[in-house]
């Protein structure tokens, strides 16, 4: 099942239950879906394309909601932690902690990197390796602490 299809269905069942929480994250993911399909690119909406495009979504959702909490309005930030909570269940489980620095560190070892000169090589490495499995943040966190 593509992921406009599980959407399509999912909103029918967020529809019925009156859940406006699910509603507003699924028509933003579907949105996104819409917008992607008449880009003019002719690109073909695949599973990689489509973790992209929900990671994409999470990242501005979590961009707005630290501005939110820094300026003081915790509703609005609400609002998007709301919606990222609906975004990430059509993500595929990212990978964390020591199962991510375990292969970050395969990474480094791979690649021969020994400081922090060689972050760039080792980021283009592991960026390209965990595309849709990590987030470029945690990937970017681990390398510095494992290279510095």
């Known amino acids: 099942m593509t992921l ?7 909103l029918v069942v967020a529809m019925k239950a009156k859940d ?3 509603l507003r994250g699924i028509r933003a993911i579907k949105s ?10 002719g690109q073909a909406i695949d599973e990689t394309r489509e973790v992209q495009m929900l990671q994409k979504l999470v990242k501005t959702r979590q961009e707005s909601m630290e501005i939110y909490e820094k300026n003081n309005r915790p509703e609005l930030a609400q609002i998007e932690r709301e919606e990222i909570a609906v975004i ?5 489980a990212m990978l964390e902690g020591a199962e991510l620095e375990a292969i970050i560190q395969k990474i480094i070892t791979e690649t021969g990197a020994e400081s ?4 760039g090589k080792v980021m283009g490495a592991a960026n390209k390796q965990l595309a849709g499995k990590a987030e470029g943040r945690a990937i970017s966190e681990i390398v ?3 290279l510095g």
């Open 4 to 10: 406009e299809e599980k959407v399509n269905k999912d």
């Open 20 to 22: 406006e929480v699910t």
């Open 32 to 41: 996104l879906i819409q917008l992607a399909k008449t880009d003019g690119t």
């Open 88 to 92: 990430r269940k059509y993500l595929p």
């Open 116 to 119: 922090a000169k060689d972050m």
């Open 144 to 146: 510095k602490r494992l």
